[in-house]
């Protein structure tokens, strides 16, 4: 393995800070820091000269071609190449960027999703440089190129992406908590950030076996498999030794992390067998969003490279853990205070205690709304599988903050419990300061100390829209807490008197039990906490009056944009049960009959010759009944796929559309699924016309 020196190539594919100071006059490097600092529009003056020391600077890197890199509804990345060249009078050429290029693109809108916002006879788009997020460069066989990270809208001006919406949220919590910040006498911070580190898992298996199983390949998933003896019973895969081959995947991707400025930081295995995860270092919610977009696309880009495919859905294997993405988020502002860090003396810590209470009065107040955030349907066989978080959002404190609530509530905020120093009891171990809390990984909304852990995020999906609604719905509550605060005439009274009403308002959404049990869906139903099980019952919460109204108010979204994004989220499910179901009928008219068929027949013939002879050939009649019945029961369940699939195909109201998916498409899959599956386990495995996943997941 090559040896690195990582101080060395850290960020060297980014146009980033140093080198900005390095090649821009000192006046427009300025310049262009004060734009991103305060907001300001970027002057055409200021982008000419970047432009120029941009194209510079990727040339030298061997770079040809710029691209426009941006984040359509598709939830992953697209970008169009362009070359720097331009031709010349006298039949040569020039390598050119100016400043309205690197600002401005116009890609095709009309192929992409935009939930009827744009006509397919429409098909001007823009794509608007984020200033915010820096440029960079990817390597690869094809060459060097530029990428420029980018919003991108409609002719009309609605956003058509993933960022836009998440720029204009980090705004909205902006100006929202700055007016919190004023309140409690700061008038020195000019620009507060939400923070994100989201942490990636995910699965790596043999491409040669990849390669044999069709639903792999359509879906992501397994549509088919029986659970193997061992799975993941005896915990030994979690943080177990990694395998040298994973290794030297997990080193490959850490480097070129690292050249993109990627904070790579934490790698281990997860729980499940071949299931992995990648955790970076915490970063502004918009970069962190681009970093966790192109962590994503390496993974799948170098596993190939190691005789590997990565595997990003939700759920690729039944009976086994699914991937997550937990999102950890924070909110500091530009002086480095981090608003959700409880300090010592929590109790004390009324500006912690205020941005807590927001937080929790917004998730209450929005969980249906959180909940499709983290939507998408492959998460649908994750949620509340004994592995994640259920579909009910709750929030978990510990003890020491929620002792410290029910002070609030009782009007005495006195004390703070004190985590302790713990003895393990073996004398040549130090003692450790044990914390005030334990953990809860059973919760969907987390404290962690000094952030939240929203651990319901899908491991497929962008991060940008779990946080433009986590920004949003906060900056909602920040509002309502300085309306309230500001015109009061004794500010502390007023603050005391608001935190004990939030308390008892929102109290009913803070859970620190065990979300697994059967206990906390009983006891949620009596707070009346909503329990949203399927993507397709929360998307209605998309385009309610009240949603719609608090998007509209901070700025975030138009009345047209929310609705085109609840038309995409109904489309995206609709699409995906397609070609899942139809994968699966294929799979069975051309694969499993006609090895069943294949496997029955020659039990039938060794019946046939034992009986010839007047040998007992009950055990062969035995098993070729149980077979012939599987294969019934596996025949009717291709029917019903396929007639409540031609059924939903004719619906034209997308929400009855995707009902019809959910209640009869995807019950009739898993009819079919369960025949399948006990057909596996009684046909002899030189038949079955697939890897197993015993095959899969002890094969790496």
Known sequence: MEKISIPEIYGMNVFNDAVMRERLPKKIYKEFKDTIQNGDELKPEVAEVIANAMKDWAIERGATHYTHWFQPMTGITAEKHDAFISPTKDGKAIMEFSGKELIKGEPDASSFPSGGLR??????????????SPAFLKEDASGVTLCIPTAFCSYTGEALDKKTPLLRSMQAINTQALRILRLFGDTETKKVTTSVGPEQEYFLIDKDLYDQRKDL?????????????????LDDHYFGTIKEKIACFMHDLDIECWKLGISAKTEHNEVAPSQHELAPIYDDTNVATDHNQLIMEYMKKL???????????????????????HNNWSIATDGGQNLLDPGKEPHKNKLFLTFLLAVIKAVDEYAPLLRLSASNPGNEHRLGAQEAPPAIVSVFLGEQLEDILKQIEAGNLTNSKKGENMSIGVNTLPRIKKDATDRNRTSPFAFT???????????SASIAGPNFVLNTIVADALKDFADELEGADDFDSALAALMQKTVKEHKKVIFNGNGYSDEWIAEAEKRGLPNLKSMVDAIPYYTMPKTVKMFSEHGVLTKAEVESRAEIKYEDYINKLTIEAKTMLDMIAKQIKPAVIAYAKSLADAIASLNAVGADASVETELLNSITKENNALNDGFKEIKSSLDNAETIDDLKDKANAFKNNVFVAMN???KAADDLEMLVDEEYWPFPTYGDILFNV
């Not at 879906?219 to 993941?232: E, I, N």
């Not at 596993?303 to 993405?325: D, M």
């Not at 000094?450 to 319901?456: A, D, L, Q, W």
């Open 119 to 132: 006509g397919t006879f429409e098909a001007r788009g823009y794509s608007v440089w984020d200033c915010t």
């Open 217 to 233: 390949i359509f879906t992501g998933r397994t549509l088919f498999g029986a659970v193997p003896p061992k799975g993941q019973q």
């Open 303 to 325: 596993a190939p490279r190691h005789g590997l495919v990565c595997l990003l859905h939700e759920k690729p294997f039944a009976g086994v853990n699914g991937s997550g993405k």
């Open 449 to 459: 100390g000094n952030k939240f852990e929203f651990r319901m995020v899908p491991s």
């Open 671 to 673: 009819k079919a699924r």
